[in-house]
């Protein structure tokens, strides 16, 4: 959501800055822009829509300059118009904004009151405002900016230039990440680390509250306090490379098949197959003292967690909530001593995440974070960091997080098993076993590409489209139904199949086809029951199942999907594929945006 570069140099960085949202549009966005310093101005481009659109104002009038800021912006206050596009300019400061600034309305009123003026609808421009008023009344850049930052409620990062002080960008940030990016006689600000990483490999991550002054050839961190502060550089270890598709259309299809690879790089980090044993991360906490579990998180997350459910209370007896993370706090839940409480996220920046993760940690609770950024803000605040290898995934809808989610949590829930002395070292090995045969199954399930794409021409003219599974196919269906929502824009729901009989059932006609997830296995015959009911009444059924699974109910449906016979355990790692497939395929064959699906984000930092 949202994605900021700035960079102070000593050539110009029009150019480099473009690019610099080329490596952030993963991140979801509807306008963009930039801005810099030249002749004593602040001299500004921007554009709605794609960044082929600024390029094209770039083009027609282009921006020198040897110190700049650019932005995506996804849309929170105000539609998506060039006027509400970032960079926002208020008399001598210029603000690119992620987040949102909960109090700019009080804000904004004063302002008014006070004799300002607006040009745009959007939250940032009232901290453009606010800073150009201190500059106004005679403060140099840091201390207004030590103000301004003083007033503002939310989260948020920023940065910032003043046309009076071209040798001079400021960033900050509270609770919306930003990375600072050390440079041979320039320096750089950054989302993350993939924004700045053809720039340098140099960085440092700001903390909670930090702001910053870069000049060309210093860069001097205060924290929420105003203190000078040190803050550790790292090595990035980010590439551009990274952020191309190579012979793939889109990045979600090559996302989608980088998965075996993926899921077989993250198991190693927590499989020892040789010993048959799973082996988790060091924690300053005994796992075997853990009374209940409780898994907080967002949308394909979520049905991650809802997955890791049935593993952790099936081996290790231990009672498991699955919260979304958007409610959770507001429903002032009740946190028991010697509870877990695991939180799942790509970024490890979502809003609703690390709001949740803060109340549970002052709430007592040991945490856990499943993540796939291990410099990201859950990380630094967990006591358990499970950390998923997946690489940049870079199409908004998750596909490859996903299932390295799903594999972190099957070996957590062993590993809790094994503690608890509820699984037998057989059985843990057994466990291994299954888990090293993921990638394997993976790669199997992916050579039916073919076929997917044809059962997808059935399923695109549809309007509402139904996903049906049992037990850890439930969640399933239901990151079916979601991938299928976001890129192809076609209505779905995911249902347990024993509950469409108490109601959904009702919508079956033979317009809405129906995806059954039915791997053979205890709960085969169950859902292969509830599928017949649907046929009975004209439902469309398109079974996903092995062989087995097809050879006994394949009759009458109107396509069958055949995946390799694999452990039940494992199936809603494997069965992840075809169901992203399908919306992948079907989205394709609609035309629409598959990596930038319409009002959506990559990272939502805002609540």
Known sequence: MCGIIGIIGREDLSERLFQGLRRLEYRGYDSAGMCTIHDGQLDRRRAEGKLDNLGRVLANNPLPGTIGIAHTRWATHGAPTVANAHPHIAGDVAVVHNGIIENFKTLRDELLERGHHFESETDTEVVAHLLDEQMQAGKDPRH????????????????????????????????????????????????????????????????????????????????????????????????????????????????IFEQPVV????????????EGQVALPTSDFDLSSIKRVTIVACGTSYYAGMVARYWIERFARVPVEIEAASEYRYREPVMEEGGLSVFISQSGETADTLAALRHAKAGGQKIAVVVNVPTSSMAREADLLLPTHAGPEIGVASTKA????????????????????????????????????????????????????????????????????????????????????????????????????????????????????????????????????????????????????????????????????????????????PVQLLAYHVAVIKGTDVDQPRNLAKSVTVE
């Open 144 to 255: 207004a900016v030590s103000i301004v930052l003083k007033k503002l409620r939310g989260a948020f990062a920023l940065a910032i230039l003043f046309k009076n002080y071209p040798d001079l960008l400021i960033g900050a940030r509270l609770g919306s990440p930003l990375v600072v990016g050390y440079g041979d006689g320039e320096n750089y600000l950054g989302s993350d680390a993939l924004a700045l990483a053809p720039l340098t490999q140099k960085i440092s991550y700001l903390e909670e509250g930090d702001w910053v002054v870069l000049t060309r050839d210093t860069i001097e961190i205060h924290d929420i306090e105003d203190r000078i502060v040190d803050r550790p550089a790292v090595m990035s270890g980010a590439s551009g490379l990274m952020v191309e598709k190579g012979n793939y259309r889109h990045f979600m299809q090559k996302e």
């Open 402 to 577: 996903f299932t390295c989610q799903l594999a972190v949590l099957a070996a957590l829930a062993t590993h809790i098993a094994q503690v608890k002395g509820q699984i037998s070292a057989k059985d843990e090995q057994e466990i291994v076993r299954h888990l090293a045969e993921a990638p394997a199954a993976l790669n199997a399930a992916l050579a039916f590409n073919d076929k997917i794409e044809t059962v997808a021409a059935s399923i695109a003219p549809a309007r509402d489209v139904l996903y049906i599974g049992r037990g850890p196919d439930f969640p399933l269906a239901m990151e079916g139904a979601l991938k299928l929502k976001e890129i192809s824009y076609i209505h779905a729901e995911g249902y347990a199949a024993g509950e469409m009989k108490h109601g959904p059932i009702a919508l079956i006609d033979d317009k809405v086809p129906i995806i059954v997830l039915a791997p053979s296995g205890p709960l085969f015959e169950k859902t292969v029951s509830n599928m017949q009911e649907m046929q009975a009444r004209g439902g469309k059924v398109i079974l996903i199942s092995d062989e087995k699974g097809i050879l006994e109910a394949g009759d009458n449906c109107l396509a069958t999907l055949t995946m390799p016979k694999v452990h039940p355990l494992i199936a809603p790692i494997v069965y992840a594929i």
């Open 263 to 274: 899921v077989a790089q993250t198991l190693q980090s927590y499989l020892r197959p040789v």
